[in-house]
């Protein structure tokens, strides 16, 4: 049976295989995946006590967990605030929540937010953290190679990404060395390093020097590369996909926390004024293309939401 949460490369006997395109931490064998590949990225859920409708509207995220069970995707990424508090009684209702995924023995891999750490001391949240995903005990940041086309890195968002930094090292190293067959590399963290600069709401949610820092060395990297960049990130709780420097920054902070309202620039390519946008963003990568769709919840505060609309539709073009 595939252990709960997370696929591990254990053996080339695993029941899984081992990729070996890759230096990855964590690997999926090419024959272990559905064609067309898809997998989903979103956060923000904010997993807590049903009854607190303020700080996370349970029905809504319920309700996305569903759906994206129902998409049977190859792996879910989590941009970040999977619990509200990062306490030990969150993740027992995240547990509870995420039955669907177990179900369908799905893959997640989460990045860490800052309300892992909100409610606890450092210590404490982050052995809440690898009590709830035991293969990522010791890691704040890794990778995942999703056969060899696609590379995923989670950070961590909350630790340094200046230049020099060990999170930033780590990272110059993973992408100093893509396999040439990677054609996509998916960075999942929780702060934006690209989004609408707001200047009258939520100003303290724009994008900071550490994850500005970040975007600077992504460009550099992905300038010449074979594979195209996407980052998704959340922190700020609705949608948002901005391109810059050949990069996709997309914020997807709709998994059910509190929905902020903001001011679009022009540069964003999502324009809809419809909120809130409770929602996940679904991958399906082909040869020559990997396609993006927000999947919006149109009616998230009905007390049984079940209505879904493709709210926006992207288009990456990719080197056979």
């Known amino acids: 049976?595939?252990?709960?949460?997370?696929?591990?490369?254990?053996?080339?006997?695993?029941?899984?295989?081992?990729?070996?395109?890759?230096?990855?931490?964590?690997?999926?064998?090419?024959?272990?995946?559905?064609?067309?590949?898809?997998f989903v990225a979103y956060g923000d859920m904010r997993f807590t006590d049903p009854s607190n409708t303020s700080a996370s509207n349970p029905r809504a995220r319920q309700a996305l967990v569903v759906k994206i069970a129902a998409e049977r995707p190859a792996a879910?990424?989590?941009?970040?605030?999977?619990?509200?508090?990062?306490?030990?009684?969150?993740?027992?209702?995240?547990r509870q929540e995420s039955e669907p995924w177990r179900a369908q023995q799905l893959r997640v891999y989460p990045?860490?937010?800052?309300?892992?750490?909100?409610?606890?001391?450092?210590?404490?949240?982050?052995?809440?953290?690898?009590?709830?995903?035991?293969?990522?005990?010791?890691?704040?940041?890794?990778?995942?190679?999703?056969?060899?086309?696609?590379?995923?890195?989670?950070?961590?968002?909350?630790?340094?990404?200046?230049?020099?930094?060990e999170q930033d090292?780590?990272?110059?190293?993973?992408?100093?060395?893509l396999a040439s067959t990677v054609r996509v590399v998916l960075i999942v963290l929780h702060h934006p390093p690209v989004a609408d600069v707001q200047t009258q709401k939520l100003v303290d949610h724009n994008p900071r020097p550490n994850e500005e820092a970040l975007a600077v060395t992504l460009a550099r990297i992905a300038h010449g590369s074979a594979a195209r960049f996407v980052v998704s990130a959340g922190h700020i709780h609705n949608y948002e996909r901005l391109e810059r420097n050949g990069i996709e920054y997309l914020v997807s902070g709709g998994g059910g926390a509190h929905p902020y309202d903001i001011d679009r620039t022009p540069a964003d390519s999502y324009q809809s004024t419809d909120f809130p946008n409770y929602h996940y963003v679904r991958f399906e990568l082909s040869p020559g293309q990997l396609v993006g769709q927000m999947i919006r919840l149109e009616d998230g505060d009905a007390a049984a939401p079940a209505h879904w609309e493709v709210k926006d539709h992207f288009e990456i073009s990719l080197t056979p």
């Open 111 to 165: 990045a860490l937010g800052n309300h892992e750490f909100s409610g606890c001391l450092e210590s404490s949240c982050l052995e809440h953290w690898w009590s709830a995903f035991p293969e990522l005990r010791g890691k704040r940041w890794y990778s995942v190679a999703l056969g060899s086309r696609v590379l995923v890195l989670a950070l961590d968002s909350d630790t340094s990404l200046l230049p020099g930094s």
């Open 76 to 94: 879910i990424f989590i941009n970040g605030d999977i619990t509200y508090h990062g306490i030990a009684a969150d993740y027992d209702v995240f």
């Open 1 to 38: 049976m595939r252990r709960l949460l997370f696929t591990i490369c254990l053996s080339v006997a695993s029941l899984w295989g081992c990729a070996t395109a890759t230096a990855a931490t964590f690997n999926v064998a090419e024959s272990g995946l559905a064609q067309p590949l898809v």
């Open 169 to 177: 090292l780590w990272l110059e190293k993973e992408l100093g060395s």
